[in-house]
């Protein structure tokens, strides 16, 4: 079975703190991909990277980093959290073929308080 | 225009009936195409595979026409476990590109 995992299922932090996500996978996919879900938005792209140390700009990368030093584990980053950045955020990943299906962990939801 | 667009929802439909959603893409080059599901509060999770010359997984239907840029999903015979919220996803480089999803209730 293919598992990707999310290091926390909710959070609660403050503005301004600097709030790690980070996503485990263990099918040795090269894609992955961080989204946002907001409701009446649906998932939106942050960012998604296709190979170590490889990154690109999804839709709404602003306020976001990423890092990703090993193949396995894709890391987000908010340099200084909002309100509005309180969502869910759903981690996921995929072979680099087109055709193949992305697996989704269970998801973070965060609260920026 | 949005990249993937899908038919508002929410749909409330009787046990049984027959249910079409509707999806448009506007990148012609897009490779790969796919219906997610997602139940509330859960992960997105595949539904099935859309291909060029169509195809059916039991009471699901996937269509696909290239021409128009255009997807759709049929189920027939609805279920209550049918209930839950249908995406659609388009596949474009390495990116996957998902529509806002359609909310289908399925009501005894």
């Known amino acids: 079975d293919v598992k990707v995992t999310q290091s926390s299922r909710y959070l609660v932090k403050r503005t301004g703190e600097k709030v790690f996500l980070e996503c485990v996978q263990d099918?040795?996919?090269?894609?992955m991909f961080w989204y946002r879900q907001d409701p009446g938005l649906g998932l939106r792209l942050i960012y998604f990277?296709?190979?170590?140390?490889?990154?690109e700009k999804g839709d709404i990368p602003e306020g976001y980093s990423v890092s990703r030093e090993k193949k396995e584990r894709f890391s987000l980053i908010l340099e200084s959290a909002s309100t509005n950045q309180t969502s869910m955020y759903l981690c996921?990943?995929?072979?680099?073929?087109?055709?193949?299906?992305?697996?989704f962990g269970q998801g973070t939801r965060l609260t920026v308080v | 225009r949005k990249e993937v667009e899908q038919d508002p929802g929410p749909f409330n439909v009787p046990e049984g009936a027959t249910v079409a959603f509707n999806c448009t893409y506007s990148?012609?080059?897009?490779?790969?195409f796919f219906w997610y599901r997602q139940d509330c509060r859960k992960e997105p999770k595949l539904l099935m595979s859309?291909?060029?010359s169509g195809n059916e997984d039991g009471r699901f239907t996937a269509q696909l026409n290239r021409a128009s840029q255009y997807i759709s999903l049929l189920i027939r015979d609805s279920k209550l476990s049918d209930s839950a919220t249908y995406l659609c996803?388009?596949?474009?480089?390495?990116?996957?590109?998902f529509g806002q999803g359609t909310e289908l209730s399925v009501k005894p």
């Open positions: 996921a990943s995929s072979l680099q073929f087109a055709g193949t299906e992305a697996f």
């Open positions: 099918m040795d996919h090269e894609n």
């Open positions: 990277s296709y190979d170590v140390k490889m990154k």
């Open positions: 990148n012609s080059a897009s490779q790969s």
């Open positions: 859309v291909y060029s």
């Open positions: 996803v388009v596949k474009d480089g390495g990116k996957l590109i």
